[in-house]
């Protein structure tokens, strides 16, 4: 059951799926995982070792030191403390909003690419309709006519208006893989639609899928911290956008209190890079030429560059011949 590589894009197919794993194994993935793995690993161990992050103290707006390693808020909460929570809260949003957005793309994109027919237009006009709305003006509206914010509440917004485009790509494919040589002996065969889907065509999409579960997860923390940031994110849970919000509101820039609004932003901005990295090698696994352009780049410019070298002496040699045979009008006369 193999598949032959017509296209650059075609997915590999499940016998060669342990050698795009070997190739997917590049330093971008490696450096992006090893991020990824330390702030999913202090989110989920340091809550157990640090203090109450809502307790309030007396020692308010004070610097980093040896009592509370990432200084304290306005009204003396550790800091420390609140970004262990608020980054076990973060992820756990992102992973909710990644499963969901992953489930409705699949079941919207594959079922409906597979089956075709009425099914495939009803599933397409959705999909079409839900990609044009705009998804930060809507989770504003929703959430600002919402007072109970929940965590629950605030994921399934988010995934709502996160899974269209991935149900896009993943119809295109199973369009394409549908009409492939096994697909069809399966068809045959008597094999119902579930076991096709499952056994045929979704082991071939699992490197788009995976591509689309990290996109969503991105975009699925950067969304709630930006709703927690104008004060619509979640209510009762600590998350990186809730830490931005109070210091934005405490006026933590303008007091030099860089250690209540650096560390969130900081854990966002590894995250992402991290996720972005993991995202660009599992894209050189679904596109083959963005494994080649980087060798091939290369290539070209040693070819100029052996060019060059290779014509800058008969030019010059060429030039001092033509002077040299050329008869000075002096001389004519």
Do not use: C
């Amino acid at each position: 059951m193999t598949t032959t590589a017509g296209t650059p894009t075609d997915i590999p197919s499940p016998g060669r799926l342990r050698a795009a794993l070997t190739r997917l194994a590049t330093p971008s993935l490696l450096i992006g995982a090893g991020l990824v793995i330390a702030i999913l690993a202090f989110g989920i161990i340091a809550p157990f070792f640090v203090a109450d992050p809502l307790a309030i103290s007396s020692a308010g707006m004070q610097p980093p030191s040896a009592e509370h390693w990432l200084g304290t808020t306005q009204t003396g909460q550790d800091v420390l403390a609140q970004l262990a929570w608020a980054t076990r809260g973060s992820l756990l949003v992102g992973v909710i909003v990644a499963v969901l957005a992953l489930f409705l793309s699949a079941f919207f994109g594959i079922l409906g690419g597979y089956l075709g027919g009425w099914i495939d237009e009803g599933f397409s006009l959705f999909t079409n309709v839900v990609l044009i709305l705009p998804g930060l003006p809507l989770m504003i509206v929703i959430g600002s006519y919402v007072q109970q914010r929940g965590l629950l509440l605030i994921a399934f917004i988010l995934a709502i208006t996160s899974w269209a485009a991935a149900a896009r790509v993943l119809r295109s494919q199973t369009l394409s893989i549908r009409t492939r040589d096994y697909v069809q002996a399966a068809k045959i065969a008597g094999e119902k639609p579930h076991r096709i889907i499952a056994v045929e065509i979704l082991p071939n999409l699992l490197p788009v899928m995976s591509s689309g579960f990290v996109f969503a997860l991105i975009t699925a923390i950067l969304g709630e911290a930006g709703l927690s940031f104008i004060g619509l994110g979640v209510v009762g849970t600590q998350t990186w956008g809730s830490m931005l919000f109070y210091a934005q509101n405490a006026q933590a820039l303008t007091l030099g209190a860089w250690w209540w609004f650096v560390p969130p932003g900081a854990m966002i901005a590894i995250l992402g890079g991290g996720l972005s990295l993991i995202n660009f090698s599992i894209d050189g696994i679904i596109n083959p030429r963005l494994r080649t352009a980087p060798k091939a780049a290369r290539s070209v410019r040693r070819a100029e560059q052996a060019t060059d070298a290779g014509a800058g002496t008969p030019d010059t040699d060429d030039a001092q011949g033509t002077q040299r045979s050329t008869p000075s009008k002096e001389t004519a006369a």
